[in-house]
């Protein structure tokens, strides 16, 4: 099923831009009267989608990013775009979680709370862009089935 987004938000991809991704998708939200743990959900996803994308994508500058929404069906979607370098996030594997802090490895424990608590995860690289599209249910009632990663 193709989404037809009904928000989009294009803007750089620097760290200086949070604090706008973050009132952009926490107002939306609260416009479609989104229950306040799906919301935390989201928030820490979009943080740290939009954060990678600061961090990883543009190795020698800011780029754009571009943030898409659409709530249909009881639930939401979400894209983040990117022209940066091809990463796949979904190619790596999670964390041993069972590990102790201290002997951890830096990286992977963002995407696994991404795909964790995310109902679909699906990444292409289409041209020259990263396209990440996300669905979380918004009904709290819904059975929540495991991580479908497309």
Known sequence: ????YDSELCLPASLESLDTVM??????????????????HVAV??????VNICHYAYAAGVGQAVIRLAFKDHSIYMQFEDSGIPFNPLEHSAPDIKVGIEDQQIGGLGIHIVRKWMDSVSYER?????????????????????????
């Open 1 to 4: 099923m193709a989404i037809v």
């Open 45 to 50: 996803v979009t943080e740290e989608l939009f």
């Open 126 to 150: 289409t041209g020259e862009k990263n396209i990440l599209t996300l669905r979380k249910s918004t009904n709290p009632a819904a059975e929540q089935p495991g991580l479908v990663v497309l």
């Open 23 to 40: 009132d952009w998708v926490t107002k939306k939200m609260d416009h479609e009267q989104c229950p306040r743990k799906i919301q935390n």
